[in-house]
């Protein structure tokens, strides 16, 4: 994505991000605004110490990880409670986002390397967001302890494998109606159909093919949702 693409910069970060919500059918009170603000600061700051993410820009920031995080809120209906595990978390996206928009969902960050689970709970901390687990572990070894299995209603996964692959890694932490929402941007139709039938011999359906334009982009995401029988 061109900057060429983004309004100019007398938008300050903080209007980019209410109105790119707001244009994804979400209202950022000022605190949770405040706490996305924040995200930025201490994400730059560590990203100079520890790799994170390629994307420093804070308008880049709130377009490709916030309001492609938030995105994911098309998939599923939070209710309070509602147990959600994101898969290969890294610097906390889409859960982090998800929960500082809907703070009833019960969040667990799940992230095979130590230093993103060091952040995440660093990041958690600094944001003074409560009741999140962070996880040091691989999806395929969390998925096979017993009380993990079937223990969420929502799985959520940005950037971690090819469909079909995460299909395997999220199924076992579903409860039976559950749902693994999955993002993919352009080009994602050569695996479609695969996935119609890698879900079908699993236990699977695809429920959902939602189309999302990502707000002061041109770019058009695909939002997969799968649900468990
Ligand atoms: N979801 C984030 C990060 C994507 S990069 C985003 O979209 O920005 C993929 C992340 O998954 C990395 O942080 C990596 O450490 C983690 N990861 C890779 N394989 C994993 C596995 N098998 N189990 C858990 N985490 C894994």
């Known amino acids: 994505m061109g900057h060429s693409t983004l309004p100019s910069p007398q938008f300050s970060t903080q209007e980019l991000l209410v109105d790119g919500a707001a244009a994804l059918g979400i209202i950022l009170t000022a605190s949770q605004t405040g706490k996305f603000i924040e995200y930025i600061d201490f994400l730059s700051h560590w990203n100079n110490k520890i790799n994170l993410t390629r994307i420093i820009d804070p308008f880049e920031i709130v377009v490709k990880h916030f309001l492609d995080s938030l995105l994911y809120l098309k998939g ?8 959600l595990l994101d898969l290969g978390s890294g610097a906390g996206f889409p859960g982090v986002p998800l929960k500082i928009a809907e703070p009833k969902l019960e969040v667990t960050l799940l992230d095979a390397r130590e230093k993103k689970v060091l952040f995440l709970r660093l990041l958690l901390r600094r944001l003074r967001i409560k009741g999140v687990s962070c996880l040091h572990d691989r999806a395929e070894k969390l998925g096979n302890i017993p009380c993990r299995q079937g223990g969420y209603q929502v799985v959520v996964t940005r950037a971690l494998a090819p469909l079909e692959k995460l299909i395997t890694l999220g199924l076992p932490f579903l409860r039976p109606g ?32 939602i189309r999302v334009p990502l707000p002061f982009s041109q770019l058009v995401r695909t939002l997969l949702v799968l649900t468990k029988h």
């Open 76 to 83: 599923f209906a939070p209710f309070p409670g509602m147990r």
């Open 178 to 209: 559950g749902r693994l929402v999955v993002s993919k941007g352009p080009g994602v139709e050569p695996e479609l159909d695969r996935v119609y039938k890698a879900s079908a011999s699993r236990g699977m359906q695809v429920a959902q093919v």
